[in-house]
């Protein structure tokens, strides 16, 4: 039972345009939600996070927005830039503070 | 300010042996999480410690498989007689004391078992 998904597994973007990854939960015990970028044979890096009481977070080219009506989230960056290519985790987590991970939608940015 | 830190990168083991994969938390992290991640998937919990103390081992396979943070040293991770299916990379987070907070990861541990 996947609780957190990430329907597209990849996603190309033209250099300097808008980059939108999606993310869909179902547990409405999560109260806090991440993204992490993540490059091949590297570990996971924190990009940005949300708590369940706010609807959106900026940092820089990164904006998070949540609709906890919908269990939905999505990460927009803007511009888009080519090392910005890389796997893009969601993940969720409550008050057991484990994480729970989607599968990853890999973005490429075209130069 | 190191961040975590994983060894080894890369093991490589025969089917039957027991592999050791260690962790150094955030300085001032006193939190630690294990996960696991197989070709093609997400990062699936394995396992939550404090100092001394297992937390939450719900993610754990119930043999073979055992992890500890001691007071003193970093956390292992241990497999005891590895099949090929533990092949997989092993990522290591760790947060500091607040009830909620981010998780920041090692560079993993690729396990191959031969």
């Known amino acids: 039972d996947q609780q957190v998904k990430q329907n597209s597994p990849s996603l190309s973007v033209q250099e300097g345009r808008i980059s939108i990854l999606n993310c869909d939960y179902t547990?409405?015990?999560?109260?806090?939600f991440l993204w992490y970028k993540k490059y091949p044979a590297e570990g996971p890096t924190f990009l940005i996070s949300?708590?369940?009481?706010?609807d959106k977070n900026e940092d820089g080219r990164f904006t998070v927005f949540l609709n906890k009506s919908a269990k939905h989230l999505s990460l927009h960056i803007v511009p888009s830039q080519p090392g910005d290519s890389a796997v893009y985790f969601c993940?969720?987590?409550?008050?057991?503070?484990?994480?729970?991970f989607g599968s990853g939608t890999q973005l490429t940015v075209l130069p | 300010n190191a961040g975590v830190m994983q060894n080894p990168r890369h093991l490589v083991r025969r089917r039957g042996q027991e592999a050791r994969l260690r962790c150094s938390p955030m300085?001032?992290?006193?939190?630690v999480y294990w996960y696991r991640q197989l070709p093609e998937e997400g990062l699936k919990f394995m396992v939550y410690?404090?100092?001394?103390?297992?937390?939450?081992e719900s993610g754990m396979p119930k043999e073979r498989f055992s992890a500890e943070f001691p007071k003193e040293g970093p956390s292992i991770l241990r497999i005891q007689q590895v099949v090929r299916g533990d092949s997989a990379a092993y990522f290591c987070?760790?947060?500091?004391?607040?009830?909620?907070?981010?998780?920041?990861f090692g560079p993993g541990t690729r396990l191959t078992v031969l």
């Open positions: 987070a760790s947060s500091p004391d607040r009830v909620v907070d981010t998780q920041y």
């Open positions: 547990n409405s015990m999560f109260d806090y």
């Open positions: 949300i708590s369940s009481i706010k």
């Open positions: 993940a969720a987590g409550g008050s057991a503070r484990q994480l729970t």
């Open positions: 300085k001032g992290h006193s939190h």
């Open positions: 410690l404090q100092k001394e103390n297992i937390i939450d």
